[in-house]
């Protein structure tokens, strides 16, 4: 008997979903074991990509998740509402969850995974993280017995593929931006990509999953890529370093046996060392680098987006609940469902230790290096490198890179800085990797 699939929406991803789920050969034979029995859409006259008995395709979501012949409801819709509705009452209604919906998850994941341990069922989402990229079950099964120390990555292939355009062409923000939303890379509001939100939802649940313990999503310390310029992209060349939007989760105590380390996480540009692997992630393209003992350092690379990549992700998600479902078991797997009930405790940026590129505007007058060495001395802020590279008009240019310091040190040191007469401005602060 085939397990049924209720399919929430019929958009980019989901079409990719019905595509590769129709085309079994050469793929896994469980994919035979696969009925699409109901498919959720907003118009029954609109022309697809894919065919469809007229039967199968209904505008009526309750419908779907309400129908009790239906073993797995696949939500591809995105948005927060009426998706989040719609996976409880799935939940509610005994069925398993496969969902692409970072933002969903991310915002209501407490909800939604209390419910599915309740009901018994599960809640996949492979394609909600990295797209064609596997690392949510990577961290739940291959890697779920290292102690993890940093999940780091690059998650938002627009901000990818703005940051490197800047590298290679010299180019401004604007410029590349406005070119990406021609090419379809941006969205014509780009806000959640260049501010960082989209990122900031796909580190909370990598986090949650790496340390064990659920996520606020409010306890994301978020910064976007607007302020960056090529003038700092030229200085990070220089350097040796290029600038990445990073998603970082990381441990801000040592190792150790505690399930519950303090983590921090964040989303801020990066100068990342050329010689790291991600420095050579660019374009539209992803990647997750997780540091753990004892397995060390692991780099997941491929497409974060696009209809093939993420249905490929939907679909091994799929492929595992029916494998499940046909298993003759009745106790869920443990590296499937979701284990943790407690909040990670976050450390607040200002306890965040990290190095610092800060880059000077200021007059023309002698002293002024060895002043600004005074003022990050106070605050026990050491100096890696500082070079005076040139003049921007009337103003002498200087930059710094700081060794390790307390975040809340530097930020005094910086305001103190900014008061000296000396000082005309501070148009870029970033933190190294």
Known sequence: MGVKLGILGLGTVGTGTVQLLQDGTGRHPLLQEIEIYKVGVRSLDKSRAVTLPESVLTTD??????????????????????????????????KHIVTANKAVISRFGEEIFTSANKAGVYVMLEAA???????????????????????????????????????LEGSNFSDVLADAQRLGYAEADPT?????????????????????????????????????SKT????????GFVIKLLAIAKTTTP????????????VHPTLVPKAHPLASINGVNNAIFVEGEPIGQVMLYGPGAGAGATASSVSSDILNLVASLKSSTKLPNPLLGCRHQDYCQI?????????????????????????????????????????????????????????????GDFREALAEIHSLPAIDSIPSVLRVL
Not at 374 to 400: K, Y
């Open 61 to 94: 979501l309750d419908e779907i998740v309400n129908d009790p012949k239906v073993d797995i409801v696949v939500e591809v819709m995105g948005g927060l509402e009426p998706a989040r509705s719609l996976i409880l009452k799935a939940i509610e209604n005994g």
């Open 129 to 167: 993280v990295g797209g064609g990229i596997p690392v949510i079950q990577p961290l739940k099964q291959s890697l779920s017995v290292n102690r993890i120390q940093s999940v780091t990555g690059i998650v938002n292939g627009t901000t990818n593929y703005i940051l490197t355009r800047m590298q």
């Open 192 to 228: 959640a990509d260049v501010e960082g939100l989209d990122a900031a939802d796909k580190i909370a649940i990598l986090a949650s999953l790496a340390f064990d313990g659920r996520i606020k999503l409010e306890d994301v310390y978020c910064e976007g890529i607007r302020q960056v």
């Open 232 to 239: 700092d992209i030229a200085y990070a060349e220089k350097l």
């Open 255 to 266: 190792l150790s046996p505690s399930s519950n380390p303090p983590i921090s996480v964040r």
């Open 347 to 407: 450390t607040p940026i200002a306890e965040l230790v990290t190095r610092f590129y800060a880059r000077f505007l200021t007059k023309d007058q002698s002293g002024v290096i060895g002043k600004i060495g005074i003022c990050f001395g106070d605050r026990g802020v050491s100096l890696e490198s500082v070079v005076q590279t040139g003049f921007q008009g009337e103003l002498a240019e200087i930059v710094v890179v700081t060794h390790d310091v307390r975040e």
